[in-house]
């Protein structure tokens, strides 16, 4: 069965200092991955997706970058915090893209820049 | 651009009630609709996933429908259990395909 990882579950960091989240994804292949953001009352906002190693596309522009080095991992980072990157960070994944199947998620990091 | 819109936002309800929960969006030219359920401080679950062509899909004590013409949907929970509190999303397709616009949820309580 197929099974995704995201770590760590908290983290504290103070504005300025770099970033480094990371995903992977077990029991499955090609998948297409998600980084979103669930922001205190404004639900959630897709990040970045990626359907292929290397490949990342942006939806929105911000303070932080993404890379994908393997197959099933996908890495979030930032070089230096601002205060508005707090946030609830979610890892996704789905077998197709293109939404038409389930999207399943990671258990999230609650980041808190201070 | 899609909007997705949720009501009520906070529900509290005596265990055992049968309820009804809401979404809408604007764009009625999606090709499926999810459920997601969210527990406090955790990852989104999905629930049901509905097609464009499906009116409605089932899963236990859950039945999600699909009105695309009028741009609506909604989650019925049967015989609601205090396991069953926790935050329902919705969510469509963007344009773009690989993103999903989800609305902010509904708060659910159920009380013993």
């Known amino acids: 069965s197929q099974t995704i990882h995201q770590w760590p579950a908290t983290l504290v960091q103070p504005v300025g200092s770099p970033l480094s989240l990371e995903c992977t994804v077990e029991g499955t292949s090609n998948p297409n991955l998600y980084w979103y953001r669930q922001a205190a009352g404004r639900g959630l906002q897709l990040l970045f997706y990626?359907?292929?190693?290397?490949?990342i596309s942006s939806e929105v522009p911000q303070n932080l970058s993404a890379s994908r080095p393997q197959d099933r991992q996908f890495i979030l980072s930032s070089k230096k915090l601002l205060l508005s990157d707090s946030g609830f960070y979610l890892c996704?994944?789905?077998?197709?893209?293109?939404?038409?199947?389930?999207?399943?998620f990671g258990s999230g990091t609650q980041l808190s820049v201070l | 651009k899609q909007e997705v819109t949720q009501i009520p936002a906070a529900l509290s309800v005596p265990e055992g009630e049968n309820l009804v929960l809401n979404c809408s969006f604007t764009d009625s030219a999606i090709y499926n609709l999810q459920w997601f359920r969210q527990d406090p401080g955790k990852g989104l679950t999905s629930l049901l996933l509905?097609?464009?062509?499906?009116r409605e899909q089932t899963s236990g004590r859950l039945n999600a429908s699909l009105d695309k013409s009028s741009g609506r949907s909604t989650l019925y929970i049967a015989a609601s259990q205090p396991g069953d509190s926790a935050t329902y999303l919705c969510?469509?397709?963007?344009?773009?395909?690989?993103?999903?616009?989800f609305g902010k949820g509904t708060s659910l309580l159920v009380t013993p």
């Open positions: 990626s359907v292929g190693i290397g490949q």
């Open positions: 969510a469509v397709p963007s344009n773009s395909g690989y993103a999903l616009n």
């Open positions: 509905i097609q464009s062509s499906q």
């Open positions: 996704a994944w789905d077998p197709y893209g293109g939404g038409n199947e389930k999207l399943f």
